[in-house]
T-cell receptor
Framework: GESVGLHLPTLSVQEGDNSIINCAYS??????FIWYKQESGKGPQFIID?????DKRQGQRVTVLLNKTVKHLSLQIAATQPGDSAVYFC????????????FGSGTRLQVQP | EAQVTQNPRYLITVTGKKLTVTCSQN?????MSWYRQDPGLGLRQIYY???????DKGDVPEGYKVSRKEKRNFPLILESPSPNQTSLYFC???????????FGSGTQLSVL
């Protein structure tokens, strides 16, 4: 079956640097994508979402880029802080109107002081 | 405060002893869902509910039951738990299906 995947299981960055977390998806019918952040011992927390009619969307210190041609999604975090250390999941909506999201296995972001 | 509340936070039980994990949301969301999270496997959907009295299987429904008698509550029932159901469980809700999900804090279940 089709699934959401992530390129890197662990990403280590220096505090203050920009972080880029990548995600590949294979379902061309997916029209909605979300990034979640999960800190240790907590439930996933919504960061930002994007619909397939957009290429880019910006939030506070975060930007999501969508490349439908190569089925690629990325999350950019500007000026990464220690509080950004967490596992990040991308998720896609492969079956609008019936089911919810299909999640990737996650990327761990480690911010070095 | 808008939230999804699930209880208990931690649960240790033995094989075959029926248990229920409760989930409640105060956002008047139509859609609710249960996920389990296992190392290396990510979040996998167990069951979901589009609205009151409407439930359906997700990707890994075997060994689980759910009910949706009220809009705010969506309990997860394990009639006869087995060790392979040891996992971290999350309840989530959204205004509609395929919208951003709001997650509870999780229930860590251990079945001995």
């Amino acid at each position: 079956g089709e699934s959401v995947g992530l390129h890197l299981p662990t990403l280590s960055v220096q505090e203050g640097d920009n972080s880029i977390i990548n995600c590949a998806y294979s379902n061309s019918a997916s029209d909605y994508f979300i990034w979640y952040k999960q800190e240790s011992g907590k439930g996933p927390q919504f960061i930002i979402d994007i619909r397939s009619n957009m290429d880019k969307r910006q939030g506070q210190r975060v930007t999501v880029l969508l490349n439908k041609t190569v089925k690629h999604l990325s999350l950019q975090i500007a000026a990464t802080q220690p509080g950004d250390s967490a596992v990040y999941f991308c998720a896609e909506s492969p079956d609008p109107g019936r089911r919810a999201l299909t999640f990737g296995s996650g990327t761990r972001l480690q911010v070095q002081p | 405060e808008a939230q999804v509340t699930q209880n208990p936070r931690y649960l240790i039980t033995v094989t075959g002893k029926k248990l229920t994990v409760t989930c409640s949301q105060n956002m008047n969301h139509e859609y609710m869902s249960w996920y389990r999270q296992d190392p290396g496997l990510g979040l996998r959907q167990i069951y979901y509910s589009m609205n009151v009295e409407v439930t359906d299987k997700g990707d890994v429904p075997e060994g689980y039951k759910v009910s949706r008698k009220e809009k705010r509550n969506f309990p997860l029932i394990l009639e006869s738990p087995s060790p392979n159901q040891t996992s971290l469980y999350f309840c989530a809700s959204s205004l509609r299906s395929s919208e951003k999900l709001f997650f509870g804090s999780g229930t860590q279940l251990s079945v001995l």
